[in-house]
């Protein structure tokens, strides 16, 4: 399993390098976001509720972007045929292209997330970092499993465009509620507050029941 | 007509049809063959040949009949014969932005081939000069006998051929032979529109029309004028 894994991570991650498809778009959305958020609220900082609203809403569309092309080049180029008729686990591809889609969630916040900061925040974040990380681990994780479900029931349809995020935004609605009220006492006017723990177990038990789901289903997204 | 049955069978039909939503692509089809023998498939655009190769790699599976592969019941069992059939189809199933010795490592990555073999048969077919080119620079029959590399990579035990010499020039079919041809050992199921070659090549033939089998028997048996029927 692990060989498989690695096989698929490593042609994904060297595809993206050598077509740049997926992340320089969810970089380029989240950025402009924010850029529209700057000058459309007419406000030189956000805090509390309505940055981490800001902030999560915006990764999350940005994240839908890849989720979509996450199966297309597996479809188009043939790449399920091949990998159908290995004699491997299917589940590898599941964990395969949730890790990728992480990969690539993660490579493009290390640019929107300090973009986020520098245009809508106050002065002297870097404080809430080790927090603001712990929150992006655990959502990213849960996009990427639930990405990686939609974006393998999507890839079977024609107007996958319209059927992946029409899929994945109601999905990611708990994940969305779970990490904007656990990021939003890091972002409050007065000073961050403490991290709050229970939004934080609330995002790991939803990565959980869907990582587990997804584990049970994949194999028959795949057949025929 | 030939009976699906038996365990040396490499393939075995009986009754096998298949539809996608309302239109049926293939109905009734029923044959047995051997391992090691070659089955040359003809007929016309549309008449089922592509869906019966795909019913064969475990691709699709069958709305009707049974339908067995290296003694694997579809789709069932269709995990036990996974890693052991080699397809050839239209597409080359090569990612384009990847080079084609990347391509062959993926494939023997997953097939748990040592990584050697893919660039020894590289060499074989006359590509270890562009075997670091991205396959979407290759010309067309570079990218087939790069597509040929990938299918028998593996040493599969039945091969699935359609059109395997298509876009190769008389050099480049030569360096394929060896390892599609009846001397590389698997059973193999060729489709082919050449029907003299695909004659000479075959132990039996298979006619499809509209989806429906409406010639089986052996190359020996089964003349040319017969195959060009299935195109009339």
Redesign the interface.
Known sequence: MRRTVGALMRKDLRLELRSFESVPAMLMFSVSAFVLFRFGLDRDALAGDLAAGVLWVTLLLAAVLGMSRLFVTEQEQGGFDGFLMAPVDRTAMFLAKASVLFCFLVAAELVAVPAFVLLLLEPGWGQILPELLAVLVLADLGIAVIGTLVGALGVQTRARELIVPLMALPLLIPVAIGAAEATAPLFAAGGAGPLPGRWLAVLALYDAVFGLLAFAVFDFLLED | MATATGPEAAVALAGVGRAYGERVALRDVSFALPSGATLAVFGANGAGKTTLLRIL?????PHAGRAAVLGAEL?REG?RA??R?G?L?H????????TAR?NLR??A????VPLAAADALLERVGLAARADD?VRTLSRGMAQRAAIC?AVLHGPDLLLLDEPLANLDPGGALAVAPLIGRQAGPARVLISHDVEQGLADADWVLGLRAGRQVLWGSAVEVGVADVRGLYA
């Not at chain 2, 790699?57 to 599976?61: D, G, I, K, Q």
């Not at chain 2, 597409?91 to 990847?98: M, Q």
């Not at chain 2, 990555?109 to 748990?112: E, I, M, N, V, Y």
């Open positions: 790699a475990t691709l699709l599976r789709p995990w996974r890693g059939i397809l189809g597409e080359p199933l090569l990612y384009r932005d990847l990347e993926y494939h990555r997953l097939h748990g991205l990938r």
